[in-house]
């Protein structure tokens, strides 16, 4: 079965995020220019494209093109590799955006999204038993991955419903263990992503309350790289860029050609066609790399940034050197910026996404 782990990374913040007060990108020297990059994955139905790419040739041709050798890595864990990348392992990974902020960005690792490649549109999503009012949440136990992409979910659920965490007590599951979790009569609320969200609601009463799809654009996947390293080798975010919309773009045909792909995709991911293609369903694909430029300048991403961290903040993921939610700094495309000015260490640039959109790469 096909995991999506993507959302993991937050928990493995409880050690590294004590390293903010610490770390800083200042004391890091310049990367020099290099010809060989190392870019992380880790199985997810929107990061599929990755080593597919690799597989059809497409990486190499990018890569050939800029004079440079490019190693697509898939890293099993997907907290091994968010870490493994900001230990310096790796020159770029596939992340969500609350894990780019609380794992490399609060250690100090100055890093740079390059693609915004999607949102989860339904991927993820909190689930009742007995009713199908999110109201009827309140004084509930809910089992879910806690300090993940699934707690910030359910907070965001119960804001919209006028209640707080507070409200309900959150019950730690591994993601490996909730579909069975839920069905169990004991269990009466529950927060996944798929595919386990899938199974979960198969249960008999069990309502989806709550989606990822009521908050558009806030559960964001990129590809993030070292911005010391593509500042130096700038060939390395065009090729990134090139081997990305093409794969899209061959992808989305509705013909043989993109079938092929897909399926193909959805061996490497160790799932179905049809699981795979009802996975992507549910996640909103910046194909037109013009819509992930208007997303990535849109005020919208600031303000969904800034419920990000103060989440993050408030569940003591920044460490114990955060005196504030503005202890991050994050720098936006026209010059516009969050947090600390002083500590800018998540950066979202758009001028790939650009060149892709300009056909200038």
Known sequence: MMSAVRRLGSIAMMAGALMLASCSSGGEEAAEPKTSFKIGWSIYAGWMPWPYAEQAGIVKKWADKYGIEIQIVQVNDYVESVTQYAAGQLDGVTVANMDALTIPAAQGHDTTAIIVGDYSNGNDGVLLKGSDQLSAIKGRQVNLVELSVSHYLLARALEKEGLALTDVRTVNTADADIASAFTSPQVTAAVAWNPQLTTMMQQPDAHLVF??????????DLLVVDTKAVEANPNLGKALAGIWYETLALMEQQN?????????????????????????ATTFLYVDPKAAVE?????????????????????????????????IGMAFPGGKTLGDTNNITLRFDDSFMQMAADGAL
Request: zero cysteines; proline letters at 4%.
């Open 256 to 280: 043989e050609a993109g079938a092929k792909a897909r399926a193909a995709m959805a061996e490497l991911a160790g799932t179905t066609p049809a699981m795979f293609d009802s996975q992507l």
């Open 295 to 327: 997303a990535t300048r849109s005020p919208t991403l600031i303000e969904n940034m800034t419920r990000v961290r103060d989440f993050s903040f408030a569940q003591g993921l920044f460490g114990q050197g955060a005196s504030s939610a503005d202890a």
């Open 211 to 220: 989606s990822s799809k009521d908050i558009p654009g806030e559960i964001l």
